[in-house]
């Protein structure tokens, strides 16, 4: 089947008389012994359908999680605590915060520059790939990246928030664990924190798991359910909002207030910089439709200046505003901005 088709055929309860349609939402800590799980911490049938649906889209077998952040910490646990672990520079700052925290040897890299990149995966335990970064939206060669890795010996983990397995399958190229922030696109309601990984590899799978269970990062019941939910409309709400941030990207170049675009040609996210920084605060601020905050891949069209979180490089211009585009009428949005820039 065609992806598409997987988002709203898979994770579906056995259609026996009387099931219903849709995985229930099981509230329980415990369940009677002689099952698959008898204590909460263990599994819950509420993390079955999320976690099938994005194994099937992903090529592997997927694990749910409290939150992306939990996702890396726990991709982090299958090497060393002195491992060398290589990170884009302008990954997801979270991620960043978290590696660098540990007792890591961190190699930063630029993902587009394959050769520097390469060069760096040298000795690497783990190498942590995130295409386009956030917010510089540099672009990678993943298949290219990834391969090289694995030659270096390196266990390879790639984010896949931005394009989601409908636009990229980074397990059928070769890396050992697709991680996400179901919190973002999946989701795609901002009404959730939840994340999830996938990997081929059982041996990796079973670490993990234990890793979950050990530590105890569990995703919600009520949480699967919504993500699950989001997931089923995932292609008509990433069709719409990728057009909508093509004709944005192409807007925003020509508009005399803005000195650069970045926009990879695809996805839904448009960063692109304004040179007075006090003028892009006040814009993100001041306009009406589109809201004025962080996260991304809602429904909701949102934007702030990134350089605002203590947390971004500053290597990241000043200026920059990193737009999350929505399925909104596309004349309303840019009316919105112009306003808003103005
Ligand atoms: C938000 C985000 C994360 C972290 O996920 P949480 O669900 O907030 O813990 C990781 N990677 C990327 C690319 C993100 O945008």
């Not at 259609?15 to 009677?32: D, E, H, K, M, Q």
């Not at 922030?181 to 993990?208: F, I, M, P, Q």
């Not at 200026?319 to 596309?330: D, F, H, K, P, Y």
Request: proline fraction near 6%.
């Amino acid at each position: 089947m065609q992806p598409e088709t997987v988002t709203v055929a898979s994770g579906r309860p056995a259609r026996t008389p009387g099931a219903p349609l849709n995985a229930p939402i099981t509230l329980a800590s415990a369940f009677v012994p002689g099952g698959e799980s008898e204590y909460g911490r263990f599994g819950n049938p509420a993390y079955d359908a999320f976690e099938r649906v994005v194994g099937d889209l992903e090529g592997g077998r997927a694990l749910g999680f409290a939150s992306g952040i939990a996702t890396a910490a726990a991709t982090l646990s299958l090497v060393r605590h002195d491992a060398t672990v290589v990170i884009p520079r302008h990954g997801y700052n979270g991620t960043t915060s978290l590696v660098t925290s540990g007792a890591y040897e961190v190699r930063l890299i630029d993902p587009s520059d394959t050769a520097a990149s390469v060069a760096a995966f040298d000795g690497a335990d783990l190498v942590w790939l995130e295409s386009p970064t956030n917010p510089a939206m540099e672009v990678g060669d993943l298949p290219t990246l990834v391969a090289a890795a694995r030659e270096s010996g390196a266990l390879v983990a790639v984010d896949n928030t931005f394009r989601t397995p409908l636009r990229d399958r980074p397990l059928s190229y070769g890396a050992d664990i697709v991680v996400h922030s179901a919190s973002k696109l999946l989701c795609g309601h901002s009404d959730l924190v939840l994340g999830v990984l996938a990997t081929r590899d059982d041996t990796l799978y079973e670490r993990l798991r234990r890793h979950r269970t050990l530590h105890g990062a569990l995703p919600g019941a009520l949480e699967s359910f919504l993500a699950t939910r989001g997931i089923r409309t995932l292609a008509v709400r990433l069709e719409r909002a990728e057009a909508n941030a093509a004709a944005l990207a192409e807007r925003l170049a020509g508009h005399p207030a803005v000195s650069e675009v970045r926009y990879p040609g695809f996805g839904t996210m448009v960063c692109f910089v304004v040179d007075d920084a006090e003028r892009a605060q006040r814009a993100t601020e001041s306009s009406r439709l589109v809201t004025y905050a962080t996260s991304l891949g809602g429904v909701e069209t949102t934007w702030e200046r990134r350089r605002r979180m203590a947390a971004e490089p500053d290597t990241i211009p000043a200026g920059l505003i990193r737009l999350s585009v929505g399925i909104e009428a596309l004349e309303d949005l840019w009316d919105d901005i112009t306003e808003a820039l103005q």
